[in-house]
């Protein structure tokens, strides 16, 4: 069997207006800044509709991927994908980060795509369980949020990190015409444990 | 072995001022869009220092990539860089594409970064040498070629197409600040033959 | 009483769903590309909302402002919106452009936002009534305008041009937090005769 | 005499590799969301190159701008760029602001450039010395000095505050093609004390 390689349209997961998801390039460019391998062992924090989660799992189909996620609307969808797409290997976790991390395994990586606030918490609890050369990926939409973050990586001796600010506009097609439609910029901080 | 995942850093490779490189994330984009397997059998058209290619051939490695490239600056980079990586499924052709595509076996998926004012020759060539299934993904940076690549894909029945413009600012540390380096805007468009 | 200076705020217009509005930075940006002095005659295609064509005849206060525009909704929203500013050097035109230029007296500045695929014919009329240093400023959304109108551009011995490629992302205040709100990328293109 | 309008070109004034000088559409932008009229008293920290002050002097001709700047190689630039429009409404004071802010008279604007790390203290002195109404403009690069910035303007009961990202890119012509040039994201905060 062919190995994974991500990249699924948005269209292919289950959504709700109410759970925001991570949009196709977004997504590519965190799962791979997390470097994952066959045997990785992912942490997701504020998983959403799961998209990440299920192509980390994918990708790590030795390994496992532990979705955290606060919001009861978003945990049957992350359920449904996990089942359309045949990934086994991801456990939900229905709980607030940091709650949580401290009681997993060892981890090669995780995203943080949502912090509610605990941003410092969960960089904290997660650096705890990552081994030496992990990654930590945070996708940041506020300008509160990208700081605190870069503060939080700067801070830590045994961390150095990248960061990229990405903005996408995808083209709809309208009769001879292509139409851009802006999504928002993201910012992409990258923090490997050395 | 665990299979290659793209994104290698920029400053992996070997470089020259005047050959172009593509920058990181929009080279794992274009891969990712490409849709690349073990087996997959393509070609780069305007292959620069060969990041791409080498990064293709590293995904396709029961495949093959096939580099085209004009600049004969580039030729012996693109080499250095296959050797660097221990990359073998790999073959320079220098020519001025669209010369050098008719002879190439069928492809699976094609890659246009540099089209030297030939696009519509180069695409009409790849789209006879790739089999259903098969992806091109066009990277374009003037309003030219961005306008030139979406008539093409309109022209043609058995092509459906998408596309995205991604602008990366790249933050770099400056003390206890990260200041962004922008990245010129680019357009990906990635044509499916149906 | 003091000059007017561009910049009034989005939500100062009255709006209709259906008529699309050149929002505020873009709105500065477009008017400042022209160059208009007070004496100043304004041809505005596609004029929407009109509140381009209003703060473009704040700023020409003995000129005058001729707004085309075919979209009988928006029509009833140009006259409030210049009732509203106690614009009085406005003239609405309800007709599809080119219709309608050829009658106008010179011009010394021309906005072209929305062209429905008549650009050409639209710059043709216009560059017709313009006089030598006046300037045509095209907003253009899609990569065929902003093709179109380089390419229609390059063709005239008698205009230089520059153009810009502007993305806006407004922040909107969200408890501690600001969120940004993308905004398509427009690109500005002036043309001044020479 | 007719009224300045701002968005002279770049290469109007005079520069120096040494001395940053904001872009032309960011200058615009910056001047527009001052709301300057002819009898404005403006303090332009970080004036650079003086591009902003002389646009803002040439606007306030009745008023006045006092532009501090602590880099002794701009000092002589904003002498020779007012020298060059005739602008003699405009003081140079040689200083690290906030030092010179608490001397000035009182403000109906001001804009922030250059903080060198003293932002909360500049604008603190702005905010003694600025009339009820006038307006703060701040031009952002790092994501530091973005979040210090908003988090200042949302400790004050006194102020109320826009933000808006603008990622320019200019286009150049090379031969039928346009290539663009992607200039930083620029973070634009606007703060009016009420």
Redesign the interface.
Known sequence: M??F???MDDQEFLRDKAVPMTKK?IR??TL??A?????AVICDIGAGTGSLSIEAAL?AKNGHVFAIEKNPTALPLINANAAKFGVKNLTIIPATAPYGIADLPDLTAAFVGGSG?NLSLIIEALANRLKVGGRIVVTA????????C??DM?RRDNFRY??????????R?VG??????????I?IITGEKV
């Open positions: 062919t190995p390689v991500p990249g390039e590519i460019l791979t800044a470097r994952i391998d066959e045997n990708l606030g939409i506020t300008p509160q949020t990208v700081a605190a870069l503060a700067k990248e960061a990229v600010v990405v903005q996408v506009s995808r083209l097609r001879s015409l292509d139409l851009p439609a802006a999504q928002n910029p910012t």
